[in-house]
């Protein structure tokens, strides 16, 4: 039986490359475990030498990653992976507030995290979560399957109002002129902070 070793990932928060940096990682002679969002277990029937590890960030760097060295570090990549995580079903019908959320699932004070997020980040985990939801408002005002006022409630807005004036303040173009221009672009959510 090999060693197993764990790494955090930095700005790992879409999976579009998670396929690529298996088949890197493994044409390295690095057997991969599991790799998800944020995380990579890798096994080795040897020791994990400077020479493995520095090959294995070598991967990472060059598909725009980087291991986590620290606490802090794997706490803002879990927080992110959280938000993002919310985003995937729709609507996303909080029951929670998102500072109660984070604390639930990180077993931590939400003024921790906060502050955390901040240092690590310079921004805030709402502006955050408020850029992240505008990104997913984009994604579907293009596919154009849902009226605007869905849209809102789809991302648990209160009102298409507050979804138009964050999207308007994100963006810099309101909802419709966004829908109608030919240049409307996206960002994928590892570019976002």
Known sequence: ?????????KNMVCSRCLKVIKQ????LGVKVISIELGKLK??????YSTETIESIAKV?????FEIVQSEEEKLVEAIKHLLIGRLGVLPIGLKLKTSEYLSQELHRDYKTLSRLFSKNENSTIERYYIRLKVEK???????GEHSFS?????LDYSSVNHLSRQFKEVVGLNMTDYKNSKNAMRNFYDEII
């Open 150 to 154: 869905d849209i809102a409630y789809l």
């Open 137 to 143: 408002a984009k994604e579907l005002v293009q596919l």
């Open 60 to 64: 990472l760097r060059t598909n725009g």
């Open 24 to 27: 890197e990682l493994e044409a």
């Open 42 to 47: 890798v096994i080795s029937e040897i020791d």
């Open 1 to 9: 039986m090999g060693l197993q070793k764990e790494f955090w990932v």
